[in-house]
Nanobody, 129 residues
């Protein structure tokens, strides 16, 4: 089966860290860009970070830049989102998505553009004050 599996969410206090994982099965991330999205309660889903596995470029929104780090571990076919200095406003359901590279070009902004070939299920991150 082809799927993305997102995991790693939990409840932490302000200032702590979490690592989210997005594991792919049935395809290899080498041919895809991967983006992380989040949806806070009562808000629309927003893209926050993207890694272009074709050239390794990484992008972040201003809200997470300097606190979050996206990376790919090829051996495990997994993309990580390391989140540091978490704030209550980071509370959301986090999703990962993958988009096949087009002529070797992946994401060029923090928001992975459509079409999104695969989505992972959400993982909830709650940051308490």
């Amino acid at each position: 089966d082809v799927q993305l599996q997102a995991s790693g969410g939990g409840t932490v206090q302000t200032g702590r860290s979490l690592r989210l994982s997005c594991a792919a099965s049935g395809f290899t991330f080498e041919d895809y860009s991967v983006g992380w999205f989040r949806q806070a309660p009562g808000k629309e889903r927003e893209g926050i970070s993207c890694i272009s596995n074709g050239d390794g470029r990484r992008y972040y929104t201003d809200a997470v830049k300097g606190r979050f780090n996206i990376s790919t571990e090829k051996a495990k076919n997994t993309v990580y989102l390391d989140m540091y200095n978490l704030k209550p406003e980071d509370t959301a359901v986090y999703y990962c998505a993958a988009r096949r590279l087009v002529y070797g070009v992946g994401c060029t902004t923090p928001v992975l553009p459509p079409p999104h070939n695969y989505w992972g299920q959400g993982t909830l991150v709650t940051v308490s004050s």
